[in-house]
């Protein structure tokens, strides 16, 4: 199994890392369409009143899921703990997590660390994942290997009134290994609104969806 050392304190070095990590050709690495959260919303759904998306709600939609995934992506995450966030000097923020989580390409589930970094600025969050954590009592916890370490970055872009919510995702694996494809390939073909934000639109702001059956 891959490992990789914790010594990341910036969120620049954070992007480097996953970015050195994407450019391996050994690892599996995957990004779905960029998807247009307004044309999807009133093309693929029936919803309970007017809404127009903005930039500032996908944005408060990451924050919120970034610290709690197991609100927001329960259909993976069943349960979460975070802790220890901070700010750091160029402006970003980071916090440890430890999920239990279903894996990606087997019929299991098990726990998953992951060092997360947010910047306000660039609207973006990376998730490394992690072999071991300490805790906020100054224990180390460690993975059990139940599969490959993983890093994720979730992020925004477009207008206020145009937002565009982002996503890629690499697996540390010994050679490329296309099984993964697989759940983000059907993610991309199906077209809906990220699960998430099928949550978030309902839970935060309030507006039932159904989608739109052809």
Request: hydrophobic residues 35%; proline residues 5%; glycine residues 4%.
């Amino acid at each position: 199994m891959n490992t990789v050392r914790n010594t990341v304190h910036s969120f620049a070095a954070a992007s480097e890392e996953f970015e050195s990590a994407w450019e391996k050709p050994r690892n599996t690495r995957f990004e779905l369409p960029a998807v247009d959260v307004n044309e999807v919303l009133s093309n693929r759904y029936e919803i309970s009143k007017p809404l127009q998306l903005t930039r500032r709600m996908i944005w408060d939609m990451e924050l919120k899921k970034a610290w709690d995934p197991a609100t927001y992506i329960p259909y993976v995450v069943s349960r979460n703990y975070s802790w220890g966030r901070h700010s750091l000097d160029d402006g970003s923020e980071r916090f440890l997590r430890e999920l239990t989580a279903q894996a990606w390409i087997a019929n299991t589930s098990g726990p998953v660390f992951e060092d997360v970094f947010i910047s306000h600025t660039e609207q973006k969050i990376f998730f490394l994942g992690r072999v071991e954590l300490e805790t906020e009592a100054g224990k180390t916890i460690r993975t059990d290997g139940f599969q490959p370490l993983f890093s994720v970055e979730h992020g925004v872009r477009g207008t206020e009134d145009n937002p565009f919510n982002t996503w890629r995702i690499v697996i540390l694996t010994e050679n490329n290994d296309r099984r993964f494809h697989q759940p983000f390939e059907e993610m991309a073909k199906a077209g809906w609104l990220p699960g998430f934000l099928e949550i978030y639109i309902e839970k935060d702001l309030r507006v039932k969806l159904s989608r739109k059956q052809h």
